[in-house]
T-cell receptor, first 113, second 111 residues
């Protein structure tokens, strides 16, 4: 039982490049989330999804896009990477409702030069 | 908007000492969750508190939800090196559509 799997684990990009982070969960969870974690700032929600085919903006959505074409997958895209997007990105999933415990992946450490 | 603040930001303790982290919200919360993140790891759900004044225990960890449901605390008795990590509280946003995480308290334990 893998839980929540994120790929890649590390990536270095140049300013202006694009990339997609993949999140896959095998717990049949309806809700999925993308967070970024910066030193001393806790976790900030970028985008989330309450079910297949749905997405919604979180606290810090600018510069990111997401897609949830399949229930088990949630993709986070950076169209034109900027140094301010250097961060650790965590994907999480949960059963229906934000009162449900969230299960996190191991994270993707992204550096943008 | 709703804010969740945690204090202290950092705490060094000697192994065997007690530790407490506090979480304060600017608004009343319907519930609060606590997570632990080991160094280099990912957040792991610990517990959820729902009722006013609720107290829950997990071995050496004691979680409390304030009477006004605007604050919460996590107390660890007799810390061990395995307790090292960052502890986060999280509460629902005002719109109720997402969790807002506090900045976390990083606990360091000297053996």
């Amino acid at each position: 039982n893998a839980g929540v799997t994120q790929t890649p684990k590390f990536r270095v990009l140049k300013t202006g490049q694009s990339m997609t982070l993949l999140c896959a969960q095998d717990m049949n969870h309806e809700y999925m989330y993308w967070y970024r974690q910066d030193p001393g700032m806790g976790l900030r929600l970028i985008h989330y999804s309450v079910g297949e085919g749905t997405t919604a903006k979180g606290e810090v959505p600018d510069g990111y896009n997401v897609s949830r074409l399949k229930k088990q997958n949630f993709l986070l895209g950076l169209e034109s990477a900027a140094p301010s997007q250097t961060s650790v990105y965590f994907c999480a999933s949960s059963y229906v409702g934000i009162m449900q415990p969230q299960h996190f992946g191991d994270g993707t450490r992204l550096s943008i030069l | 908007g709703q804010q969740v603040m945690q204090i202290p930001q950092y705490q060094h303790v000697q192994e065997g000492e007690d530790f407490t982290t506090y979480c304060n919200s600017s608004t009343t919360l319907s519930n609060i969750q606590w997570y632990k993140q080991r160094p280099g790891g990912h957040p792991v759900f610990l517990i959820q508190l729902v009722k006013s004044g609720e107290v829950k225990k997990q071995k050496r960890l004691t979680f409390q939800f304030g009477e006004a449901k605007k604050n919460s605390s996590l107390h660890i008795t007799a810390t061990q090196t395995t307790d090292v990590g960052t502890y986060f509280c999280a509460g629902p946003s005002n719109a109720g559509n997402m969790l807002t995480f506090g900045g976390g308290t990083r606990l360091m334990v000297k053996p």
